[in-house]
């Protein structure tokens, strides 16, 4: 997920790592992880990752930069959202892949340094149902927060936080929500159940814990190559 040249810190229960490459376990075919790629990473990373020659923010932060920060103070709330349906440029339903396919692998068995995420009842089957081609993910958004206030280069590996499922890459920070408000999406739908949020102070503060792990000194080499290795 990193492009060539560049590199993130990357932190999981505490332990933070400097890595330039994926993290990888062999736990699926390779048919799968090709699907993970073509219907979601691939796109992800093209539109919200940095390379190592570009000069300006990758192309979703600035959309959603533009978008959602005029909307938010002029509002003048602590929270601000927009739902996919308005911005027709963005793949939302490749974005929505990408972090669904990282909350499920989060919930597997076999990871090597990393304990995995327990989800509730049910919920990893109906991830699972969704990745191979069924409908979203019935009852759940996934709201993505951009860091609009504090740069961060780093990716938080999948944990709970406030009683939810998250994880952090780059300058985006995914949560998987309970949302009752929410109906059953199919996946022919154009929009997917996304809510892309401005929140000044859940960003800031996402930032400060990933701050606070590197300055605790919790640090370990760069990752080593391992024999079995899916790829965050």
Request: hydrophobic letters at 40%.
């Amino acid at each position: 997920m990193t492009a060539p040249g560049t590199s993130l810190m990357m932190s999981t229960e505490g332990t933070v790592f400097k890595t330039d490459r994926q993290i990888t376990q062999y736990l699926l075919c390779h048919g799968c992880e090709q699907k993970f790629s073509k219907n979601g990473e691939d796109y992800f990373a093209d539109v919200a990752m940095p390379s190592a020659e570009q000069t300006t923010p990758p192309l979703l932060f600035r959309i959603l930069r533009v978008t959602l920060i005029p909307s938010w103070n002029r509002m003048g709330a602590p929270r601000f959202s927009f739902g996919s349906g308005l911005y027709p440029e963005v793949n939302s339903h490749a974005v929505y892949y990408y972090a669904i396919s990282l909350f499920w692998r989060a919930g597997l068995d076999g990871w090597h340094g990393y304990t995995k995420l327990e989800h509730k009842a049910g919920l990893m089957e109906l991830m699972q149902k969704f990745l191979l081609g069924g409908d979203y993910v019935p009852g759940h958004v996934v709201r993505i927060l951009p860091s609009f206030w504090r740069q961060k280069h780093g990716f938080v590996l999948p944990y709970r936080r406030k009683d939810m499922p998250f994880f952090s890459m780059y300058m985006y920070d995914f949560y998987l929500e309970e949302c009752s408000r929410f109906p059953r999406f199919g996946s022919s739908l154009l929009n997917a159940p996304i809510l892309y949020t401005a929140d000044s102070f859940e960003s800031v503060a996402t930032h400060a814990e990933m701050i606070a792990a590197i300055k605790a000194g919790r640090r370990t080499k760069a990752l080593q190559a391992v024999d079995k290795l899916i790829s965050w």
